[in-house]
């Protein structure tokens, strides 16, 4: 897919802990193109470190091998724990850090970009990011972005989470959450949200989706082109149509891969970037599990049924 907004988040922009020597890197966001969030599934060898402020709030979500680890964030006072799977720890942005663990723990890092959550805060409370910093949080256990942070590992790991909607709407559901749950503001105001769209502008988001189907869609273009917040967004397009907008999204780009694949000589790799699937592979991937055959073979099953021979 072609990328036309929002540029990808780097490694570089990150503390680059996944680069260090005694880590064993397992996936990052980097190679998939990622533009809201960064994430890497990493092994952390044992490290004694100390970490400068820079513009992201990151979260830290424990995979295995329990370890014993002390951190301390610039402005709170030091913590210790043993630190097992499904334990999380948040870190605002713009604070230094000072962590040393001597064991060899899996774990899954998330920088959110801090326009994200920055965007996040002033919908729900009308506020500058400074009056709802994140908090330092240690080793505790969130059943919500417990789901947000497997739902990165999986992408991660089986490569076939390539589309950037799907993750663009993960990162503001983290940008909201830690807002809510785990900011200086979380107990003194309640956010509200919309959870309808006209008719007349749901025909306009639709149109505007076949218009750009094989263009990179990103969660903030489909609101901006019906004047609604990327956050209110995927709550009100489930309501409307019971589905997430990547969810539809991701159904219309195999609908058109199916008629492309009966009804033109187009080869697959050319139907997959006319779909809006980064590559052969991509649109392979989702096709199987959605229809339930490769594309090769639904478009010779098709051509047999009405007794034409495909030109692949």
Not at 1 to 21: I, N
Not at 252 to 266: M, Y
Not at 283 to 292: A, D, E, K, Q
Request: hydrophobic content about 40%; proline content about 5%; glycine content about 6%.
């Amino acid at each position: 897919m072609k990328t036309f907004t929002g540029s990808v988040f780097a490694v570089d922009e990150t503390h680059g802990r996944v680069l260090r020597g005694n880590n064993r890197l397992i996936a990052h966001s980097q190679s998939v193109g990622w533009r809201s969030l960064y994430a890497a599934i990493f092994e952390e060898g044992p490290t004694q470190t100390a970490e400068p402020a820079i513009g992201h709030p990151y979260f830290i979500y424990h995979l295995g091998r329990p370890t014993i680890v002390a951190r301390k964030v610039e402005g709170n006072t030091p913590e210790r724990a043993l630190i097992g799977p499904r334990r999380i720890c948040t870190t605002p942005s713009g604070v230094a850090t000072h962590t040393r663990h001597d064991g060899a723990a899996e774990i899954l890092q998330v920088y959110l970009r801090q326009s994200i959550y920055e965007s996040a805060v002033r919908e729900m409370y009308g506020c500058d990011v400074s009056d709802a910093m994140i908090l330092p949080r240690f080793a505790i256990v969130d059943p919500l972005l417990e789901q947000l942070a497997i739902a990165v590992t999986t992408a991660l790991r089986n490569q076939t989470v390539l589309d950037g909607l799907y993750i663009d709407t993960i990162a503001h559901m983290i940008a909201v959450h830690l807002a809510y749950h785990h900011s200086t503001r979380s107990r003194a105001t309640r956010c509200t949200f919309i959870s309808t769209i006209s008719s007349s502008k749901m025909r306009r988001l639709i149109e505007f989706v076949e218009e750009h189907l094989d263009r990179d869609l990103s969660l903030k273009e489909m609101a901006e082109e019906i004047g609604m917040s990327p956050f209110y967004l995927p709550r009100a397009f489930r309501s409307a149509l019971g589905k997430s907008p990547h969810q539809y999204v991701l159904e219309r780009r195999i609908e058109r891969a199916r008629e492309l694949l009966l009804n033109t000589d187009l080869p697959t790799v050319d139907i997959a970037l006319a779909s809006g699937f980064s590559s052969q592979s991509h649109l392979s991937n989702w096709f199987v599990r959605m229809v339930g055959i490769p594309p090769a073979a639904y478009r010779r099953q098709g051509h047999s049924q009405i007794g034409v021979r495909p030109n692949l």
